[in-house]
C-alpha cells in the first residue's frame, strides 16, 4: 500500500495486511532499488510479495532488508527474503549477532511465548550480511541512510534515518505521540535509552514511521522530542503498554 512517492507499507498484522505476527513492514523507495525496512515474523512473506506486487513493484528491485532489532516480529522474516529475493541482511552490529544465532533467553522470546507468541514459536534465525555501527551512513541508490543506535528496547535497537528527505523508521524505539518500547525482557533497560535519545534531537524528521501503531506524515520531528523530554524527567516515562496493546 503506497504512503507516499517515497514509502509503502507492505506488511502489519494490526491492520490486516499481512499475518498477525508482523510489525510494519516498510519499502523505501531509493530510485533504481528498494530497501525493505524489518521482515515481520517470518509467516507473512507470501502476503507480503503479493501485496510489492499489488503495488506496482517489481520483488527484483528490492536489494536489502534493514531490521530494526532481533525481536522475532521485525527479524525472523528477513531469512525468506533473503533466500527468495537473494537480497542483503542488514542489522546493527550489536543485535546482528542475536539475529544469526541468539537464544531464545537472549531475545527476550522465553518471556513472550504465551503473552505475544504462540507457545511453539520457534525463531527464525538468518545470516547478516551487513553489520552497521552507531552513526554510519550508506548511499542506498538515490537515498543516504544513517543508522542510529538506541539501546533500551534491545541491546542494539535502531532508527534508520533517509537524511535528505527527513523521513525515519524507528522500529520499536519510538512510536507516534513519543511513547517508547521499554520492556519487561532482557536487553531492555531505562539506563541506555536515557543515555541514548537524546540522538534522536534535531533531525529535522518529517515522516516517522514506527513499527507499530501507525504513523504521522508530518512534524515528526515533534514526537520524537516528546520521547526525549519524557526521558528527561524524573520518573518512568510512558511506554507502549500505556497507550497501545502490548505487541
Known sequence: MRITKDVHIIGDGGMGLSHALDCCVYLLNCGDQWVMIDAGGGSGGEEMLANIREDGIDPGSIKSVIVTHAHADHACGAKFFRERLGIQTIASEIDAP???????????LNIARGPIYPSDYKYIHTKVDRRVADGEELRMGNKVLRFILVPGHTPGAMCVLSKNEGIIFTGDVVFCNGTIGLGNWPGSELAPYRANIGKLSGLGVKQLFPGHFGFTLKDGQAHLDKAVANLRLPFVPPVWG??????
Open 98 to 108: 542475536l539475529v544469526e544465532d541468539g537464544s531464545d533467553e537472549e531475545l527476550g
Open 242 to 247: 500505556h497507550n497501545h496493546p502490548a505487541r
